[in-house]
């Protein structure tokens, strides 16, 4: 491999390719000593993250995408803060109790992450949102009442985890943040499982660990939201249903893919939980 003819090459498509990247003298300078440092393989990955550098997708546009993620943590390890300051009156379990707190302490660990993860790439976290979990008086019991708080953990959970796959296109020039953002993304996934058969077990609704369709489970039109769009059983241009002959109802179709959502029907959901 001829580090310097792939330069060249690129050098007389963009001429500016050095400016991109640093000063000419400096850019060859860490080219020629590139092949001594690293081994064979690892030199195209090298070399390609110094040219994302040039091309790649800029660091603040992932910024801004991890500063929308840490508003969603925000909200979450607010909501399981406030609710294991009154565990003890409203949460009737010490099984329950041990499991919502074990989740506030993941989603505490996720602000922390976020936040560590944008000043190493040079931007600034954003600050948390005052917010107000009643939704506006919507779910006015929810820390009074254990059904209404596990129904808006659901509806949390079950939206962070659409939020994150939504995300998870615009990190991908990034493997080491896109690999911490689908991490926190199966921890939010394990989340909504654990709380919906919570959920369960407590008698609040009949619901599985997992999205069927679009039902929520949920006994309120405010949360209906987060959940439409979950009712698709189309996968890359692949009706599920019944694919090759086989007996698969629409609704294990729409069970086997959580569906993404984009940044404006994320914020559209969060909107009445945040006062300023």
């Not at 850019?27 to 790649?56: E, R």
């Not at 948390?128 to 129904?151: C, E, I, M, R």
């Not at 008698?203 to 679009?214: A, E």
């Amino acid at each position: 491999m001829n580090l310097y003819n792939i330069i060249n090459e690129i050098e007389k498509v963009d001429p500016e390719v050095y400016e991109r990247l640093d000063s000419r003298r400096s850019a060859m300078k860490n080219f020629a000593g590139l092949g001594k440092k690293l081994a064979f393989t690892a030199v195209p990955f090298a070399l390609g993250s110094m040219l994302n550098k040039a091309y790649g997708q800029s660091a603040n546009s992932i910024v801004d995408v991890l500063n929308f993620a840490l508003t969603l943590e925000y909200l979450e390890a607010g909501f399981y803060a406030k609710g294991n300051t009154v565990a003890t009156v409203l949460i009737p379990n010490a099984g329950d109790r041990s499991a919502i707190k074990t989740i506030g302490n993941h989603e505490t660990a996720h602000v922390a992450a976020l936040k560590a993860t944008i000043q190493q790439l040079g931007g600034t976290p954003v600050s948390s949102p005052t917010f107000d979990y009643t939704a506006k008086g919507t779910f006015a019991d929810v820390f009074t009442n254990y059904g209404t708080f596990l129904a808006v953990a659901q509806t949390f959970e079950d939206t962070g985890v659409r939020a994150y796959k939504g995300q998870a296109a615009n990190l991908i020039s990034n493997n080491d943040v896109l690999t911490a953002a689908l991490n926190i993304h199966s921890v939010e996934a394990r989340h909504a499982s654990q709380v919906r058969q919570m959920r369960k077990a407590n008698g609040f609704g009949d619901v599985k660990p997992w999205i069927t369709l679009n039902q929520s489970g949920i006994a309120s039109s405010a949360v209906q939201t987060s959940y439409n769009g979950e009712e698709n059983t189309t996968q890359a241009g692949v009706q599920i249903t019944n694919i090759n002959g086989q007996k698969i109802s629409k609704e294990a179709a729409s069970e086997a893919f959580d569906e993404p959502l984009d940044k404006s029907q994320i914020l559209a959901i969060v909107k009445p939980f945040i006062v300023a």
